[in-house]
């Protein structure tokens, strides 16, 4: 299966969830599928119900909106009435704070491309975490970002950290040294506090996306997978680890490809990437 919206065969199956999901782009090809080996039963599920967690109010508060055929003087009435409905939907500060909060999680999700699954998810996991006052003393704004780049990890969704603090530096107008540190601070806590634990990613997650930024052709990334093969759990950085394979990849089939184009369009340092690329072309010594 193919995505038809980047092209890419990076398709997984999500048995937990009912999903097929792009891990090159983020799309959601399908959903609510069955899985043949789990038991059907009739009864209401433990885990996501209907309701839209991803709201401050699950989904239960009411919108209308106003027509313009209407006279001016009823428009003007009904927008107060709107205005004055929406005030109430949050009154209490808890109420008015989880609201931006899942706001905030709302705006990072548009700017990282997830879909609604995803921040329905982050939306829960945010709701765990109040829950259990994990947000007490922390950046809204923080802790909404390391949920994201949590639950990216865990669901397969080429995301870097980079990515993340990028949203934070535009958004919040944070630096981008504070950001960092604050991200990894946070996302250590919540990770450690909720008994989670990231994946290790593999560079494979990557190159699609990679490929798609610097318009490579066909035979380039199917060569960068064939190297990509075995490289999961390897300890180093795994976007780095995708972008040197390219690099490499691109040499071996003759395309021209600076590197200094790589590194800007990825995000990641000159240097960095071109020590990375000489030690992927060293032959690789056999595991004893």
Same mark, same amino acid.
């Not at 609510?32 to 209401?44: K, Q």
């Not at 401050?56 to 009823?74: A, E, I, K, N």
């Not at 990849?249 to 490809?257: F, I, N, S, T, Y």
């Given at each position: ?18 999903? #097929? ?23 209401? =599920? ?49 109420? +008015?704070?989880? #609201? ?65 603090? +990028? ?32 994946? =290790?990613?593999?560079?494979? %997650? ?9 318009? %490579? ?63 992927? #072309? ?7």
């Amino acid at each position: 299966m193919r995505c038809p919206s980047c092209g890419s065969s990076r398709v997984v199956e999500d048995s937990v969830r009912g999903e #097929r999901i792009c891990t090159s782009c983020g799309l959601v090809l399908m959903e609510h599928l069955v899985h043949p080996s789990l038991p059907y039963s009739e009864e209401e =599920p433990t885990g996501f119900s209907g309701l839209d967690e991803s709201l401050h109010d699950l989904g239960l508060g009411t919108t209308f909106r106003v027509s313009r055929d209407l006279p001016p003087d009823q428009r003007a009435r009904l927008r107060r009435m709107r205005f004055l409905q929406e005030r109430s939907r949050a009154v209490r500060w808890h109420e +008015k704070s989880l #609201r931006e909060a899942l706001i905030q999680v709302e705006k990072i999700c548009e700017d990282l491309s997830l879909p609604q699954e995803i921040r329905r998810e982050i939306s829960h996991l945010y709701r765990r975490c109040r829950k259990e006052g994990l947000t007490r003393g922390q950046k809204s704004c923080l802790v909404s970002a390391s949920l994201v780049f949590a639950v990216c990890r865990l669901r397969g969704l080429p995301r870097t950290e980079r990515e993340v603090v +990028k949203v934070l530096v535009e958004r919040e107008g944070m630096a981008e040294r504070e950001a960092l540190r604050g991200l990894r601070r946070v996302t250590k806590m919540i990770l450690r506090r909720m008994n989670l634990k990231l994946p =290790p990613s593999s560079p494979a %997650l990557y190159v699609d996306r990679f490929a798609s930024q610097l318009n %490579l052709p066909t035979e380039v990334v199917r060569r960068a997978h064939e190297l990509c093969a075995g490289r999961e759990g390897e300890g180093k950085p795994a976007h780095l680890v995708a972008a040197a394979l390219l690099y490499n990849a691109a040499r071996e089939r003759g395309v021209k490809l600076p590197l200094r184009r790589v590194a800007k369009e990825i995000g990641v340092g000159v240097s960095s990437l071109c020590r990375f690329s000489l030690r992927e #072309r060293e032959p690789r010594k056999p595991r004893e």
